[in-house]
DNA sequence: CGGATTGTTCTTCC
DNA sequence: CGGAAGAACAATCC
């Protein structure tokens, strides 16, 4: 279940693997992961990778000297990406959780793009719910505006926020899960937030104080960032580009622990419940 | 074998 | 137009 750290881990290892390499081929082996673009191949050989950028969980991949051309990859909930610098190659150290690059394409490779330089990068996904998309400029201005702000930056603005929250009549979780309200945060970090800043995830969003609102912001965001510090969560479906689980789990507090004593009142044991549809997980005594 | 799993979009309704 | 709620998507796990 990718959110904003996961994507953003596998978008800084991304960074310094394909930046600056050419294109030389491309493989669709699943068509709906091109969103069914009959050209998706042609288009991108020749085209040489100029940086990926990202908004929320949204990749957005530019080319050198292509001003009106870009490729957009969301991973949904089971998208990942695997890089193989060559494919002869035979990786060791690989732990039980991770893919193996000498099994690359397998079963759930939907698409392969190989560079000039021998590299191969695999998109993967189970579920078939990501995509890789091709999109004009204006495509992508209109997919950036669809984002609310995202809680790792420095300069969110909490005053915009807390305003915007008394109009919602929703669950604070349904809320913060709506991307274009708040971006990047998914079903296991609006948990986790929620618990650090001390609010059940089924309250009234219009019944936040300022002071809460910005405290399930500011935690969000310090949350999401220590999470891209050590490479992400894995708790389903998430590796990164080399095929290995991320480290954030250990981390978690509430996201998976049903059942077991709350770690910060240690009164009361975590419950899970389902609000806005989705598993959720919270501690009865003190969150409020 | 039925139910749960989840990110986003779509539909329907207000 | 915006918000709310639920369905849909798809494959796998338990």
Same mark, same amino acid.
């Given at each position: ?13 991304? =960074?310094? +693997? ?9 493989? &669709? ?14 288009? =991108? ?17 530019? *080319? &050198? ?10 991973? +949904?909930?089971?998208?990942?990406? %695997? *890089? ?36 191969? =990068?695999? %998109? ?8 890789? +998309? ?30 915007? =929250? ?28 929620? %618990? ?33 510090? &050590? ?50 997980? %919270? ?6």
């Amino acid at each position: 279940m990718p959110e904003l750290p996961e994507v953003e881990s596998v978008r800084l290892q991304l =960074l310094g +693997k394909i930046v600056g390499k050419k294109i030389t081929d491309v493989v &669709v082996l699943h068509p709906k992961s091109t969103n069914h673009h009959p050209n998706f191949a042609s288009l =991108l050989v020749g085209k040489k990778i100029a940086h990926i950028d990202r908004v929320g969980k949204l990749m957005i991949f530019s *080319f &050198v000297k292509e001003p009106d051309f870009f490729l957009l990859g969301h991973l +949904k909930m089971t998208g990942q990406f %695997f *890089f193989v610098q060559r494919k002869s190659i035979v990786g060791g150290g690989h732990s039980m959780s991770d893919t193996d690059s000498r099994d690359l394409p397998n079963k759930h490779t939907r698409i392969s793009l190989h560079f000039s330089n021998g590299a191969s =990068l695999f %998109f993967n996904d189970m579920r078939l719910f990501g995509y890789l +998309k091709i999109a004009t400029a204006g495509e992508v201005a209109t997919a950036r505006g669809r984002f609310g702000e995202e809680p790792i930056r420095a300069d969110f603005d909490f005053d915009s926020f807390t305003e915007k =929250l008394q109009r919602r009549g929703t669950s604070i979780k349904a809320a913060l899960l709506d991307q274009s309200f708040v971006a990047g945060l998914g079903n296991i970090y609006v948990d986790e937030a929620l %618990f650090a800043a001390k609010i059940r995830p089924d309250r009234k969003a219009n019944t936040l104080t300022a002071k809460e609102a910005k405290a399930v912001i500011k935690a969000g965001g310090k949350i999401m960032l220590h999470s891209i510090e &050590v490479g992400g969560t894995t708790f389903q479906n998430f590796a990164d580009t080399n095929g290995h689980a991320g480290n954030f789990t250990e981390h978690l507090k509430v996201f998976g622990k049903q059942g077991t004593l709350c770690p910060r009142c240690k009164k009361a044991k975590i419950q899970k419940t389902r609000v806005a549809g989705r598993g959720t997980h %919270f501690c009865p005594n003190c969150q409020k």
